[in-house]
């Protein structure tokens, strides 16, 4: 989860073994977007978020999945800057940030999309269904994110974000997402260790 990795996408994904890389494809079905980095082990690792799940690749796990309930799929499209401090809560959401489970890092990251992303992201979570897995990547300069997909994934749904995020001469960030939805059918991810 570094920001400008050594190495893009596309080559850690080719350092993968291509079976490994055949699995996810045909877990996640037609990708939506996707993710390879190297992990601070040196590893490589992956995630597919697809039209028929959530596949992901870890080397300490193998190859896990999140499969999607046929026609679960929404998106929602968020354009916007960062969330201030002075603005209203959204519907649905608490005034205090809600304690899911994540790191300060996962949070921080969190922090940064506009409000309607964070609250799409983290609403089927409020009720406390258990967060087994999440992820981000983010690849760009503090002036230009070209790549960037954040996850939560539990036993029953699945959110993510994925798109680009500019802040022009002189002004603020705007972030144009992409924010998706699904219900989960079936999933034999690990649980998740702190």
């Not at 073994?17 to 601070?40: F, H, M």
């Not at 964070?118 to 009720?127: M, N, S, T, Y």
């Not at 939560?152 to 699945?158: F, K, N, S, Y």
Request: overall charge negative; aromatic content about 10%.
């Amino acid at each position: 989860m570094l920001f400008n990795a050594l190495m893009t996408r596309e080559e850690t994904w080719e350092t993968i073994p291509k079976q490994v890389r055949k699995e996810l494809t045909r877990r996640s079905g037609k990708p939506i977007d996707w993710i390879a980095n190297l992990g601070p082990d040196g590893l490589p690792w992956a995630v597919i978020f697809g039209k028929r799940g959530l596949a992901a690749y870890r080397p300490s796990f193998g190859v896990f999945s999140f499969d999607f309930t046929p026609e679960s799929l929404s998106q929602a499209p968020v354009e916007g800057g960062y969330p201030s401090a002075a603005g209203s809560p959204e519907d649905g959401m608490p005034v205090d940030p809600p304690d899911l489970g994540l790191n300060q890092e996962d949070y921080d990251i969190l922090g940064n999309l506009p409000a309607q992303a964070q609250r799409l992201l983290q609403l089927p979570f409020l009720d406390g269904q258990e967060i087994l897995s999440n992820c981000w990547l983010y690849k760009g300069t503090l002036e230009r994110i070209d790549e960037f997909m954040f996850y939560l994934a539990g036993p029953q749904e699945v959110t993510a974000a994925t798109g680009t995020m500019v802040t022009p001469p002189g002004g603020t960030a705007h972030w144009s997402l992409t924010c998706y939805h699904a219900t989960v059918a079936h999933t034999d991810a690990p649980r998740k260790t702190s």
